[in-house]
């Protein structure tokens, strides 16, 4: 089963993952001479007022809460020197960071586009990078005021450990009089050092998350409008959604263009957009000689014991190949985890596994994730969460310490036992009252290969 959080801030990805199409603007001055700059560390250019009947960040799709912090952003932009005669203090940087193919390069160029400011774009692409970052930053403090831009910040950092002391200089050497903005983007925040985000320096990030189901679907119909394809009449928007989860801006994009390499530009079906998806969405997939039913059966387990919990989830697909699967439930209320939902979490990952078992006389070595992610989720709300005990709950072993004893352990890990094994009872129960449906799923999927939220529910609902 696959479960993901999927957070409000989506981009639009019709976008270059560089800065190409701006043009290389030799600047009127020439480096001091003790810093050695090769001629295309970075690009400078200027925008002009985004036109009046445009609207900022037209281009962006979705999420109006994560467009309304970024156009405060511009707004504190435009209004710095305003605001710092007044002693306030505005953010100095900005990261974007998340997956690729989300669009964050879209994002700063759309960002770009309404700061009405000089801009710098670190090429990066020279030998003496530390020069370059210096010379860069010297450069927009005589624009007065502009924005620096680093893309694959992450990148730029791992070619050498100087930049990182020469990004935190030249950051804490912007005077409170500089209107300087900077904007970085990077696909692990994880490889940006803590020093950097600290305030003061790129103090304000901003995760750029796969679509949701609804602006997958938003950003599917204006691509089909791009290619000039019709929707068909029939299309259903709320099971698309369902369906084309897990897929990041730049996936929705290569769904329209799969549909139309294989297909045409006319009298494209729902059953070609779906099979687009799937081929978008499990691009990986095992190839042994044959289809496996025992993994059809696991699977439709998962989906059967999942819909016996519809205030939590929601129905996306599931699927097979060859021997390996993979069932998608969206969570109707996502970071809401009340005590029922965790057991109902902990038997949809169990199902699989029992009903092969039950059905099929024996399990498989591929359950071990499902069964690892059902031990880790008691084990946390018994360690951590205190559903058993506040006063018994565990603290984390500090290293070189023991902070509880082994005969408290012992206690808690029979606790948990004892838990797993209701619920693997319960679910077993449920399984076998349902057996048809397990059944039947199964077949169906072994047959498709691949199964919509509709077809689903024909069986089990």
């Not at 809460?65 to 900005?94: C, D, T």
């Not at 989300?102 to 020279?126: H, Q, T, Y």
């Not at 796969?210 to 299309?235: M, S």
């Not at 095992?286 to 989906?303: F, G, Q, T």
Request: net charge negative; proline share 4%.
């Amino acid at each position: 089963m696959k479960n993901r959080d999927i957070e409000n801030e989506v981009i639009h990805p019709d976008f270059d993952d560089d800065f190409d199409e701006f043009e290389d603007m030799e600047l009127d001055e020439e480096p001091e001479k003790d810093i050695k700059v090769e001629k295309h560390s970075f690009e400078s250019f200027y925008m002009e007022k985004l036109p009046e009947d445009e609207k900022p960040l037209a281009n962006v799709i979705g999420h109006d809460k994560q467009k309304e912090e970024i156009l405060a952003m511009v707004k504190w932009f435009k209004n710095s020197k305003q605001l710092k005669e007044k002693g306030v203090s505005i953010p100095r940087g900005l990261i974007l960071f998340g997956q690729p193919g989300n669009g964050k390069s879209l994002l700063i160029k759309e960002i770009i586009r309404c700061v009405e400011a000089p801009v710098f774009v670190f090429r990066g692409e020279e030998s003496n990078v530390v020069g370059g970052i210096v010379e860069v930053f010297r450069e927009a403090k005589k624009a007065g005021h502009a924005v620096v831009v680093f893309d694959e910040l992450d990148l730029l950092i791992n070619k050498d450990k100087r930049v990182v002391r020469a990004l935190q200089e030249s950051l804490d050497g912007v005077e409170s009089s500089d209107d300087i903005l900077v904007l970085a983007a990077t696909n692990n925040l994880r490889d940006i050092p803590d020093p950097l985000l600290r305030n003061g320096r790129l103090e304000k990030l901003i995760r750029i998350p796969y679509p949701t189901g609804e602006e997958a679907v938003t950003l599917l119909k204006k691509h089909f409008k791009e290619f000039g394809v019709a929707l068909p009449k029939d299309f259903d928007e709320e099971e698309t959604a369902l369906l084309i989860t897990d897929i990041s801006c730049a996936g929705v994009k290569a769904v329209v263009n799969d549909v139309v390499l294989r297909n045409g530009f006319e009298d494209i079906t729902n059953e070609m957009i779906d099979n687009s998806i799937y081929n978008i969405s499990e691009r990986v997939k095992d190839k042994p000689k044959e289809d496996n039913i025992e993994v059809a059966i696991h699977e439709a387990a998962h989906a059967v014991m999942a819909h016996s919990f519809p205030q939590y989830f929601k129905m996306n697909r599931i699927t097979i190949a060859g021997a390996s699967g993979a069932f998608f439930a969206e969570e109707k209320e996502e970071g809401f985890w009340p005590y029922d939902k965790v057991i109902a979490d902990i038997k949809i990952a169990m199902a699989g596994n029992i009903a092969q078992k039950l059905f099929c006389g024996r399990g498989s070595r591929g359950a071990e994730s499902d069964l690892q992610r059902a031990r880790t989720v008691a084990y946390n709300i018994f360690t951590q969460n205190g559903y058993s005990s506040c006063w018994e709950t565990l603290p984390t072993i500090e290293p070189g310490r023991r902070i509880e004893t082994q005969e408290k352990r012992r206690r808690m890990e029979k606790k948990i036992e004892r838990f797993l094994r209701r619920c693997e009872k319960e679910t077993r129960h449920y399984l076998q009252d349902n057996e048809k449906k397990v059944r039947d799923l199964g077949k169906l999927l072994f047959e498709k290969k691949h199964l919509k939220p509709s077809e689903i529910l024909s069986v089990i609902g």
